[in-house]
């Protein structure tokens, strides 16, 4: 359903209670509705006894949107959400850019992961834009200040949204390291690798990464430009360690033997990069 000009209080909610004015809907967005939110996310379920479950379901309710793939606006999405804990993602893969100048990073997030509003705060002396672009049909919840209300007996859920946000601070800090490493296959490979510990599929002979990752976009991942990243995925690929393009990438063989024979001399940081391996399969 389109939200009305002031919605009505959703399911469990109580009559009359406040909620959030209604974000105009963009081309690419789908009506939204007031869903369970329990039911769409299971790791929220599962903090939760089957008792406890039942009494909390009613009130963890929220107005869920989808969209398709593409570049999209979030900006009304997340001021509707404040001063609630934010917009979750349920569903599908987001790229956020952030652009400082004449560059931009870029950070990849998925279903579990919140995003909140940028504020920009008086100290801050750089300009920043920031851009998202969805790489897959995505579909979000808008978890407001109505909805943080109606979930405060149930503490569970505000602890598992903070256990969220420190594996998205440790995941952009891991890409923050790789990005610091000199050599630039060495960044696309252990890139790539930690993107298939959360997306990938485990295949005959390696590891299938369903992602649609330009060569752009892998270099704002890795902080390198368009036209280089593309010299070095055509080295990987003559190495038999990366095939594939466009929305799909294939990682074969043995990540740490590939990492030993890109170093050389191979030293105590070349030993201390396979090690890294083990923490890069996928779940």
């Not at 280089?228 to 043995?254: F, I």
Request: proline residues 8%; charged residues 25%.
């Amino acid at each position: 359903m389109d939200w009305p000009e002031k919605s009505k209080a959703p399911p469990g909610g109580a009559p009359g209670a406040p909620y959030a004015l209604a974000p105009q809907r963009t081309a690419r967005e789908r009506p939204s509705s007031y869903q369970y939110l329990l039911d769409l996310d299971a790791d929220l379920g599962d903090e939760f006894d089957v008792r406890m479950r039942l009494v909390a379901r009613p009130a963890a309710t929220a107005v869920t949107f989808e969209v398709d793939a593409g570049p999209l606006d979030l900006a009304d999405w997340l001021a509707a959400a404040s001063p609630g804990p934010g917009v979750l993602i349920l569903d599908g893969v987001l790229a956020v850019h952030v652009r400082v100048g004449d560059r931009a990073a870029a950070e990849l997030v998925g279903g579990g992961d919140l995003l909140q509003p940028w504020d920009r705060e008086a100290d801050d002396l750089l300009a920043c834009e920031v851009a998202w672009r969805a790489l897959a049909p995505m579909r979000f919840a808008v978890l407001d200040a109505a909805f943080a209300e109606r979930v405060q007996p149930w503490p569970q859920i505000g602890h598992a949204l903070l256990r969220r946000a420190a594996r998205r601070a440790r995941n952009i800090n891991v890409q923050r390291a790789i990005a610091a490493q000199p050599r630039l296959e060495v960044r696309l490979a252990l890139l790539l690798w930690h993107l298939a510990a959360r997306w990938g599929k485990v295949e005959p002979g390696g590891i299938r990464l369903p992602l649609p990752l330009t060569h752009q976009l892998l270099g704002r991942l890795v902080g390198a430009e368009r036209p280089s990243v593309s010299h070095a995925l055509a080295r990987l690929t003559q190495t038999g360690l990366v095939k594939g393009h466009g929305d799909e990438w294939h990682l074969h063989g043995s990540l740490g033997d590939q990492l030993a024979t890109m170093i050389e001399p191979f030293g105590d940081r070349a030993e201390a990069l396979v090690a890294a391996v083990v923490a890069l399969r996928p779940r």
